[in-house]
């Protein structure tokens, strides 16, 4: 038999982990076939972009499992006129798939070259809707507030009252919360100035560091 191409491994990645484990959004589910989660490898570990886990993108971060970035980014809700702030950019690949889901997205991520890699990946994709920012974005990213979602793609002991106050009436946010060996995934609903919860699943991420999350 010849080896998969990217593409066939990409189709049976979204066919096996996304679409038989139960994620339904169809727009997710394009997004997911549309990125080529490869290019967000380095090149050393590339032949494993399709596997069914999360992997080390250098500094100690990892790129989440896929089924994993498909739960949140549905759990999000996105729509085509919002505007999404991601926290923690990491390999910049979540950050593709909220920029084919929406107009504008912000991103924020603590170490300057992974920001600076997921800039030229995005930007050698023709991605060009999204915004990037050095910093510490455990308090969120306030000079583009109110965001209608919020993504946190780091383990926080607790999602910082100063992201609520950045999230627009209705907005939705979606973080893993909990001690560092182990977070639940939560949707955080805000109606009427007060957040609602809604537990999804144990997940276990790299934590959120700085002022509103992990010590360094
Ligand atoms: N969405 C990423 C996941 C990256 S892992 C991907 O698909 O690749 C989480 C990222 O959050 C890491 O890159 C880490 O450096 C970053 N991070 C941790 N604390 C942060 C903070 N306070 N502000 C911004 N980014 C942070």
Redesign the pocket.
């Known amino acids: 038999m010849t080896p998969l191409d990217p593409v066939e491994k990409l189709d049976a990645m979204v066919r096996e982990q996304i679409i038989a484990r139960g994620i339904k959004d169809p727009r997710v589910i394009e997004a997911m076939k549309w990125v080529p989660r490869d290019r967000?490898f380095p090149q050393a570990i590339e032949s494993h972009a399709f596997d069914d886990a999360a992997a080390p993108?250098g500094?100690g971060?990892?790129?989440?499992q896929p089924y994993i970035?498909a739960l949140m980014t549905e759990a999000l809700e996105v729509q085509a006129d919002h505007r999404v702030l991601?926290?923690?950019?990491?390999?910049?690949?979540?950050?593709a798939i909220l920029s084919k889901l929406t107009k504008e997205v912000f991103t924020?991520?603590?170490?300057k070259p992974?920001l600076d890699q997921?800039f030229e990946t995005l930007s050698r994709l023709g991605i060009r809707n999204v915004r990037f920012c050095f910093?510490?974005?455990?308090v969120g990213w306030p000079a583009h507030a109110p965001y209608d979602r919020i993504i946190i793609?780091?383990g926080t002991p607790q999602v910082d009252d100063r992201i609520f106050a950045q999230l627009a009436e209705g907005g939705i946010c979606v973080a893993p919360v909990g001690p560092l060996d182990e977070q639940s995934l939560i949707q955080f609903t805000k109606q009427e100035n007060r957040i609602l919860r809604k537990q999804i699943c144990g997940v276990k991420?790299?934590?959120?560091?700085?002022?509103?999350?992990w010590p360094t």
């Open positions: 967000f993108i500094y971060q990892t790129i989440s970035v991601e926290i923690g950019t990491g390999s910049g690949y979540q950050t924020i991520e603590r170490h992974l997921a910093g510490d974005g455990s793609t780091a991420f790299v934590p959120l560091i700085g002022e509103g999350g």
